[in-house]
């Protein structure tokens, strides 16, 4: 079985590109007519961190898509797209703890888990689904994806009785 998508985020590139602009040309104007002159050089490294911040959440969520691929008992994760392309995860079969939506309330692995968003849009934690891994030697790590309807029956599938609802 081989299967493959793309998930991208539901915001689209052009209204998040004007909203950004927006909030920084907004930012940029609201911290040059503060009336601060001795401490102007704080303020000015403040603009910059906020300005980072937003053209960092307009690249990882409107711009940065995931690829979401199932080739026999493998699940890959791969972001970005062409030659920008990086392999986020690879869990094969053996590697699943546990599968289920981020809204799970039932019981879950215990254990340290490190999360892992691959998710394209920033709800994406709340609405998509979990999949709990053990890497071996204590790598335990909880990835977090918005797959289509048929790759969750796929995953579920995979998982096999390791999948919740």
């Known amino acids: ?10 915001l689209k590139p052009v209204w998040s590109f004007l909203i950004a602009l927006a ?13 601060v002159k001795q401490y102007r050089f704080v303020v000015d490294i403040a603009m910059i ?5 937003i053209v960092y959440f307009l690249y990882r969520y409107a711009l940065t898509p995931f690829e979401y691929s199932v080739s026999g008992d493998v699940f890959s994760i791969s972001k970005g797209e062409k030659h920008r392309k990086t392999v986020a995860a690879v869990v094969r079969q053996k590697d699943i703890r546990f599968f289920c939506p981020s809204n799970y309330t039932g019981k879950v692995p215990k254990g ?8 394209p849009s920033w709800k994406g934690k709340t609405n998509g689904w979990c999949l709990w891994c053990n890497f071996g030697e204590g790598n335990l790590v909880k990835i977090y994806i918005e797959p289509s309807e048929h790759l969750v029956g796929l995953l579920k ?9």
Not at 112 to 119: E, I, Q, R
């Open 1 to 10: 079985m081989q299967y493959s998508e793309i998930s991208r985020s539901k």
């Open 23 to 35: 909030a920084v040309t907004a930012i940029a104007v609201a911290f040059r007519n503060l009336p």
């Open 49 to 53: 961190v906020l300005m980072i911040g």
């Open 112 to 119: 340290d888990y490190s999360a892992l968003n691959c998710c």
């Open 157 to 165: 599938e995979l998982a096999g009785e390791k999948a919740h609802e």
